[in-house]
């Protein structure tokens, strides 16, 4: 029976990841700006019976190819449009990841190491909390290291490196990486291909420039690559001319060059993210960083380098560009758990310890955690007290909303502060294994727990009150706008069903709704400190306001 199931652990990894994953997504609204703006693209593909253009307010959109938004669309077709079924792709999406990465972890290690790497994922804070979202990233990080994976077996295969053997043909598997990449391009663009080629790049430099794959296999994968992607891409521009293609590549380059909508951050920012976002991997995976002691046959070294290569690609790469957005870095979560995984394994086997730099991390950020989860039920009993604090009008505004804090909110850093020193005392004891298990597997339920106490109250605060004010005027015929901000929370949760009945950044449709004729109601958000305009428009009326957002309507004039 035992042994029946430890040859299942890929489903059984993939179960785990479903049973985590899948639970409450549909019991928080979707955040603005990504989730509500893929969610309306999904719903508008699903309203036009179009799954070949992706539009936004019912006007081609020029941001994003649409792989992800027709696993989207399939979804809300079987489970009805609504939060649950804009996330479901993505908690599919980590039920396979999980049980890929023990596959391959397996292959290159052993069934212990794809267990670690499988299981470090799945219990580490950020990689966790993607997969209960509704944003590109988990599926094009998932193609991208698919094909940088199957693009390394293709080169070991060639080379016949000693100790494994991949299952395919070399030209199989390079083909294979070159698809997956493929699929990454149609997933969120041009930038999968790039990253890979700037990883393949730094290996050919640490190879002193030896052609380590021949040129034309190289135009093989890229051939394999670019046939996948222009199966959409191609078939856009024959449909619908360049339009597409130009503006995509006009919003990469603004991307890049300017902090697009003011996605500011300092130049470490990524590594910030990464190093508290993914605790606690992220403190084990520094060691593997250096040199470790006994660091196994060629090809596993060989697939360390490749990720520390991959690693450093992606967080330069993000730190270059101007727009700070956390999970522009999150493909580095798949190089920075396997090498956390290398370390504790060397860990567990005696071969090295948990030494003092890291016993200070674990205690440092996971400090962090708990101080914050004990710290924000306090601050959210004493709202009324904390906004004579603040300055800004719109936050004042937030703290006004009537959010219910018991103090039991306060379990999940209560729970991460008895597994840390549940560790660290197993740690003394020597049950190292034991240890790191209860450790990755706790931050889960930690992560789980945190996402079932705070997030409905956070977006409470936030952003709940516009919701639900556009959630009133879903089955009323009238026309949506927000004024001062930007949002796609009047298109997602309004529900217009024709183009023309909301505005989304267009001057002159807003501009018709303030003060041109109009055959039906108009329905306004404005942040507080923006209401003021929309006052001094005779024929607009304030309706109401809650939580920092003022809501307004204006009639048709009478005949």
């Known amino acids: ?44 593909m699903l309203l036009l019976k179009d799954f070949t253009r992706v539009h936004v307010n019912f006007e081609p959109f020029f941001q994003k ?39 391959m972890g397996q292959r290159l290690k052993g069934k212990r190491f794809g267990i670690l790497w499988a299981g470090v994922y799945f219990g580490s804070v950020l990689p966790f909390l993607y997969f209960k979202s509704g944003i590109i990233d988990p599926w094009f990080n998932l193609f991208i290291f698919l094909g940088l994976y199957h693009f390394i077996l293709s080169y070991w295969k060639k080379e016949s490196f000693e100790g494994i053997e991949p299952p395919y043909s070399a030209s199989r598997h390079l083909m294979l990486g070159g698809a997956f990449i493929g699929l990454a391009m149609l997933t969120k663009g041009q930038a999968a291909y790039l990253i890979i080629v700037l990883a393949m790049g730094v290996y050919w430099v640490y190879q002193r420039f030896r052609l380590y794959v021949s040129i034309p296999r190289f135009l093989l994968f890229t051939a394999v690559a670019f046939l996948v992607t222009l199966s959409w891409f191609g078939a856009e521009v024959l449909s619908n001319g360049p339009a597409f293609v130009v503006e995509f590549f006009r919003y990469q380059y603004r991307l890049f060059s300017t902090p697009d909508a ?10 910030a993210v990464l190093l508290v976002g993914c605790f606690p991997a992220s403190i084990f995976a520094i060691r593997a960083f250096f040199r470790l002691p006994d660091e196994g046959k060629p090809y596993e070294k060989d697939f360390r380098r490749w990720m520390k290569y991959l690693f450093w690609t992606v967080l330069i790469l993000f730190s270059i560009v101007q727009s700070k957005i956390v999970h522009y870095s999150s493909l580095c979560y798949f190089p920075l758990t396997y090498l956390a995984a290398l370390s504790i394994e060397k860990t567990i086997s005696g071969q090295a310890r948990l030494n003092g730099w890291m016993r200070f991390g674990l205690w440092s950020i996971g400090g962090m955690y708990v101080l914050a ?35 039991l909110e ?9 597994l840390l020193s549940i560790f660290f005392f197993l740690q003394r004891k020597g049950r190292q ?12 339920v930690f992560t789980m727990l945190t996402l079932i106490f705070f997030v409905k109250r956070v977006e409470g605060y936030s952003q709940r009150a516009a919701v639900s004010f556009f959630e009133s005027k879903s089955n009323e015929d009238c026309y949506l706008d927000v004024y001062g901000y930007k949002s796609y929370v009047h298109l997602f949760y309004g529900r217009p069903m024709h183009a023309g009945e909301a505005c989304f950044a267009d001057t002159a449709c807003q501009n018709r709704l303030l003060y041109g004729p109009i055959d039906k109601p108009v329905y306004i958000a404005a942040k507080v400190h923006k209401a003021r305009d929309l006052r001094n428009i005779p024929s607009m009326e304030e309706i109401g306001g809650e939580n920092g957002f003022v809501f307004f309507r204006r009639m048709p004039a009478s005949e």
């Not at 992800?68 to 396979?96: D, H, I, K």
């Not at 003011?262 to 590594?271: C, L, S, V």
């Not at 924000?376 to 300055?391: D, H, I, N, S």
Request: net charge negative; proline share 6%.
């Open 410 to 418: 306060m379990l999940p850093g209560l729970f991460l502060l008895s």
């Open 65 to 103: 190819p649409p792989l992800f938004f027709w696993l989207q669309a399939a979804s809300m077709q079987l489970f009805g449009v609504g939060e649950f079924a804009a996330r479901l792709p993505n908690a599919l999406c980590g039920a396979l990841t999980l049980a890929l990465l023990f596959r």
């Open 433 to 444: 294994a034991s240890s790191f298990f209860l450790l990755f597997g706790g931050v889960a």
């Open 262 to 271: 003011g996605h500011k951050g300092f130049p470490a920012y990524h590594f």
């Open 1 to 44: 029976m035992w042994q029946a199931l430890r040859d299942r652990y890929p489903l059984l990894f993939a179960l785990l990841g479903a049973l985590f994953f899948i639970p409450f997504l549909g019991g928080v609204h979707l955040f603005d700006w990504d989730e509500a703006n893929f969610a309306e693209i999904s719903r508008e």
């Open 373 to 407: 989860t004990l710290a924000l039920p306090v601050l959210g009993m004493q709202a009324e007290a904390f906004k004579k604090l603040v300055v800004d009008p719109f936050a004042q505004g937030n703290l006004e909303a009537e959010v219910h804090w018991t103090g």
